[in-house]
């Protein structure tokens, strides 16, 4: 059964950091690319940051560039979400993303994890 599981979330003040990871079963992970977005209560689902398959090449959203990294480690199964600078305007459900770097039509999500950013 293909699962992703986030963790790593929760309450922070501003100007704080945090780690999430997203851990994956039941796929071959080192073939999928994998990607984190967020979404604000009421509002559309934003790309965050994006990795390819190997870990070679990296994309984030402009709103987070110079703030989170994005990073993986294939042994593990797991891709993870640096965020630091936190601020009450990050949106709060961070999900992570698998998708198949050869098949476009294999993918999954995880179920998505709360980021809270209060002073």
């Known amino acids: 059964q293909v699962q992703l599981v986030e963790s790593g979330g929760g309450l922070v003040q501003p100007g704080g950091s945090l780690r999430l990871s997203c851990a994956a079963s039941?796929?071959?992970?080192?073939?999928?690319?994998m990607t984190w977005y967020r979404q604000a209560p009421g509002k559309e689902r934003e790309l965050v940051a994006a990795?390819?398959?190997?870990?070679?090449?990296?994309n984030y959203a402009d709103s987070v560039k110079g703030r989170f990294t994005i990073s993986r480690d294939n042994a593990k199964n797991t891709v993870y979400l640096q965020m630091n600078s936190l601020q009450p305007t990050d949106p709060d459900i961070y999900s992570c993303?698998?998708?198949?770097?050869?098949?476009?039509?294999?993918?999954?999500w995880g179920r998505g994890h709360q980021v809270t950013v209060t002073p």
């Open positions: 039941g796929i071959t992970f080192s073939v999928y690319a």
């Open positions: 993303r698998a998708h198949h770097a050869y098949i476009p039509r294999l993918n999954c």
């Open positions: 990795i390819t398959s190997a870990g070679g090449s990296t």
